[in-house]
């Protein structure tokens, strides 16, 4: 059987034995609650009814394990992060519990069951994950299941990391071999693990050899060549992690596996997935429409204005570069002369000769960005994005600022509030790289409440 195959037959038998297991665990809930009649004033209600609430209890609670990586199952994570998507996951089972309780009041679902469910969805996920994981590490010892993967590096650092995948087979590795950048020595032969090449080749190696991760280990590798690898391991589809030393790690909200003892930063895809995805969308058509309703009466002032102030149109179409590489049409209230080249450099100084009157009091209250809002309905835009850039800068790009472009550009964005147009144009691609690494809906919901004052106070535009 293949490797998808076996994964796949897996995550069915997980899915189904999560839906029998929870059910049972709230039905005992129930139970529990009856056998205990004596001690409360009131007595449960019969049982037809919480019977009945798991049609709508069981696909969210399923939802949500999903959502947490609870399928997940071929990923090698610690110990620490096992039980930390175990919290979260019943955390936000009993929370919507609550919620589900509350909308089908006419049930009258006791609150002590509601209350106390969350007891056994714990213990059940807690010891399904545990078995599955001792199973996993008993099946990788013996040689089954195994993740074939690279080491980038020829350093200490990558005979360390080499040492382990060797040493510990129980992590689920097959070390294939090491590259190395294009300066550096071929490193003595260790464990008998082949010096593949320089990194220039590493797609190719990819392929050739089946990669399914690969490790940075050389800490002297410079930032942009960095991110390029990353670049190109997404493109492959292939999942990059960096080995550190411990005390690089200062930031509490970066997630950290092991590989025995020695401290792994996985990067994150950057993808929603189907779900936060289709939300991202909803979210996208409600919030434009709303503002597009309430601020349309504002935009025809603006368009009659612009008309009175200057000749040329209210508008300025120009080519822009979008989701995958695609060009669309980006709609803006005009704010410089018609004579104005419209691929030339964009205004850096508020005096610049080529913003008209008008246009000057746009860029500042951002209000030029206003018909943008119709490319969010149309689906060429989001509402939070990378900046939308000219074709001719996109051209330009290093492989790792084309990942930018895996994502619809935004009316707003992390360079938006931060820093917007006085910040450099690659400081600007770095914020939108950190956005797309860890992009998430409480993220946009943070930039659109951070948007209001950066507009309102008009912080870093021309």
Known sequence: MKPSTRANWVTALLIASDIAALAV?????????????????????????????????????VLIG?????????????????ITRIFRATEEMWLTTFVVSFLLRQYSLGRAVVLFSVIPQFLYLYTSRTILRAVKRRATRRGRGLKRVLIVGTGETARRALLRIVDHPEVGYELVGLVGRTDDPPPRAVNHIPYLGS?????????????????????????DEKLNLVARCDATGVHFKIVSQMFEVTNPQIRIDVLDDLPVIPLQSGGLGPLRSFIKRLMDIIVASILLILLLPLAFVIAIW?????????LFIHDRIGLNGRRFRLWKFRTMTVDSNPYDTAPTDPDDPRITRVGRWLRRTSLDELPQLWKVLFGEMSMVGPRPEMPQIVE?????????????????????IIGRKNLPLELNLEYDLYYIKNQS?????????????????GRGAF
């Open 306 to 314: 612009i008309r009175l102030d200057s000749p040329g149109p209210a």
């Open 396 to 416: 330009r790009y290093e492989p790792w600022q084309r990942i930018r472009l895996e994502v619809k550009p935004g009316v707003t964005g992390l360079w938006q």
């Open 199 to 223: 990194v220039e080749r590493l797609d190719d190696l990819i392929r050739i050899h089946n990669i399914e991760e690969v490790f940075l280990a050389d800490p002297k590798v410079p930032d």
């Open 25 to 61: 665990g709230w039905l005992a809930t129930w139970k529990v609650r009856e056998l205990l009649n004596p001690w409360f004033a009131v007595p449960i209600n019969e049982i037809s009814p919480y019977v009945v609430a798991l049609k709508w209890l069981l696909p969210i609670w």
């Open 66 to 82: 999903a959502v947490h990586g609870h399928y997940a199952h071929r990923e090698r994570i610690s110990s620490l992060n096992e």
């Open 441 to 457: 809906l409480l993220l946009d919901l943070v930039i659109l409440l951070k948007t209001i004052p950066a507009v309102i106070f």
